[in-house]
């Protein structure tokens, strides 16, 4: 099915990881670059990650060397593997298909001590 359902999210004190995934369809993720966004309170929805169908990645510079966008062909998912995590990582984590009006119904990230 051409929906996306995100997983994953939690409360984590700061320092600590959490792995986010995201299902759908490998029609999806073969033939478009996905991304995962994230909404902080008080702040507009921003792009963290995406990934293409060829497997390049991008990382907003806030995140880069601390997370890490991947796809597991078996599972169908696109994961996010986030290390270090800081307070200001918190937010709402939606799963996209890149410039489109695609969404997931988003995941809570907590990062408090």
Not at 10 to 27: D, E, F, I, T
Not at 51 to 62: E, K, P, R, V
Not at 94 to 111: I, S
Request: glycine content about 12%.
């Amino acid at each position: 099915q051409e929906h996306l359902v995100e997983s994953g999210g939690g409360l984590v004190h700061p320092g600590g990881s959490l792995r986010l995934s995201c299902a759908a369809s490998r029609r999806l993720f073969d033939t478009y670059t996905m991304a995962w966004y994230r909404e902080a309170p008080g702040k507009e929805r921003e792009l963290v990650a995406r990934i293409t169908a060829f497997g390049g990645t991008y990382y907003t510079y806030s995140v880069e060397g601390r997370f890490t966008i991947s796809k597991d062909y078996l599972k169908n998912t696109v994961n996010l593997q986030m290390n270090s995590l800081k307070p200001e990582d918190t937010g709402v984590y939606y799963c996209n298909v890149y410039g489109e009006d695609l969404w997931g119904q988003g995941t809570q990230v907590t990062v408090s001590a």
